[in-house]
């Protein structure tokens, strides 16, 4: 075990080096430099001009400023952006990052959720109409072209409906004179919701997993659920936060959901095929033979196994899309990773845009090692040494 992870270690940090270096030379080689915007200034001298170009290190080679970036990544020193001067670029990252991610993550989860639930059941009941029903109608969206959904959507729901905000990451005109922070509100929202995720996770394993299950421990389960939700907003209403992170959930309702149509079927159809494999195994026969309900067959049987590579694929689907998807936050004026990636690749901030993209390829190392790991928990046939187990 330890010798696999040293193993897998050393290969991600050689990964992670040969993409930051194929990154950055990349990005260098893009003509101009954030100094060309002054030049159409007459009243800027050339020796002003040459200062500025010391000052951000553009005065030095390329070979020289990458082995400066190189050590001052690998010491979390980013740098300073130059589009927003004198910001470093870790704090643009950090305001950024938790928006992209609580927007991606909370999509990704719903397409997983709704894509492993319609994958089972149709798999389980294949060649039946909900079988091509789910089928056609989760294919329809996973082909249509996303910017087109989106400016449905957002005509229908937003603009001729009403029924949600227009675009943007809040509504300004709430905002004056709160007295909350936008970034304390968004923060609070978060640690918040995911107490109150972890806490349903915990009541719904241990009335419908830990404890036997029945109707009774299924009516505590959802009783203590909606307990937990209660208190939540209870304490949000009392201390003001509650108007200012609904303006913020409703902003996200809109791109959660274009994102959870585009994507789920992906999930529904991977799920499916593992299934239809799966489900030949002699350990389900078997498990059929002993007269289980399908049910159990299908959920604690079946559905277990054929679910690895859609977990896997959820994992590195979160990883990438820490890059911020670009058209998602275009389209929705979403302030995040994305939308800061493409505006600091077109004013040549190369230390924003540099950083940006490393994050990404941080991430991706990491989904891919916990990846490898995941398999080796949830499969107990494969093992850390990467060979099927001897039964014996």
């Known amino acids: 075990m330890r010798r696999y992870l040293l193993n897998r270690l050393g290969q991600v940090v050689l990964t992670l080096i040969i993409y930051i270096t194929l990154v950055y030379f990349l990005l260098q080689a893009m003509p101009g430099d954030i100094t060309q915007m002054y030049l159409a200034n007459p009243r800027i001298p050339q020796a002003a001009r040459e200062e500025l170009q010391k000052q951000l290190g553009l005065d030095?080679?390329?070979?020289?400023?990458?082995?400066?970036?190189?050590?001052?990544?690998?010491?979390g020193e980013l740098g300073v952006s130059f589009s927003h001067y004198p910001r470093p670029v870790w704090d643009i990252l950090m305001e950024r990052l938790p928006r992209t991610?609580?927007?991606?993550?909370?999509?990704?989860?719903?397409?997983?959720?709704?894509?492993?639930?319609?994958?089972?059941?149709?798999?389980?009941?294949?060649?039946?109409?909900?079988d091509y029903a789910a089928t056609v109608v989760g294919i329809t969206f996973w082909t249509a072209f996303y910017p087109l959904l989106s400016l449905v959507l957002i005509w229908v729901f937003a603009y001729t409906l009403k029924l949600l905000p227009l675009n943007q990451f809040i509504e300004p005109r709430l905002w004056q004179g709160a007295p909350f922070p936008t970034n304390t509100v968004f923060g609070y929202m978060v640690y918040g919701g995911g107490a109150v995720a972890v806490?349903?996770?915990?009541?719904?394993?241990?009335?419908?997993?830990?404890?036997?299950?029945?109707?009774?421990?299924t009516a505590r389960a959802w009783l203590s659920a909606f307990a937990i939700i209660a208190v939540a907003l209870a304490v949000a209403w009392r201390t003001g936060l509650l108007v200012y992170i609904w303006d913020i959930a409703s902003h996200m309702i809109l791109p959660v959901c274009t994102l959870t149509l585009i994507s789920f079927a992906g999930?529904?159809?991977?799920m499916r095929?593992?299934?239809?494999?799966?489900?030949?195994?002699?350990?389900v026969m078997a498990a059929r033979a002993k007269g289980l309900p399908d049910t159990i067959v299908r959920d604690r049987y079946a559905?277990?196994?054929a679910m690895l590579p859609t977990v896997t694929s959820l994992v590195l689907s979160l990883a990438s899309s820490m890059s911020g998807g670009l058209v998602?936050?275009?389209?929705?004026?979403?302030?995040?990773?994305?939308q800061i990636l493409f505006h600091s690749a077109l004013a040549n901030d190369y230390p924003l845009a540099t950083g940006a993209l490393a994050f990404t390829g941080?991430?991706?190392?990491?989904a891919h090692f916990v990846a490898d790991i995941l398999y080796a928990v949830l499969d107990p046939r494969i093992t850390y040494a990467g060979q099927p187990a001897v039964e014996g």
């Open 60 to 75: 030095q080679g390329v070979v020289m400023q990458y082995l400066n970036y190189l050590k001052n990544f690998f010491s």
């Open 273 to 283: 095929d593992s299934m239809l494999e799966t489900v030949q195994e002699d350990y």
């Open 303 to 305: 559905a277990r196994t």
């Open 101 to 130: 991610f609580v927007l991606f993550l909370t999509a990704h989860v719903l397409s997983f959720y709704l894509g492993y639930l319609l994958g089972r059941i149709i798999a389980w009941r294949r060649g039946k109409v909900v």
């Open 267 to 270: 999930t529904m159809l991977l």
């Open 199 to 217: 806490g349903l996770f915990l009541v719904f394993y241990a009335f419908l997993r830990g404890l036997k299950r029945s109707r009774r421990n």
């Open 328 to 338: 998602t936050e275009t389209m929705f004026s979403w302030p995040g990773l994305g």
């Open 362 to 366: 941080v991430f991706l190392l990491i």
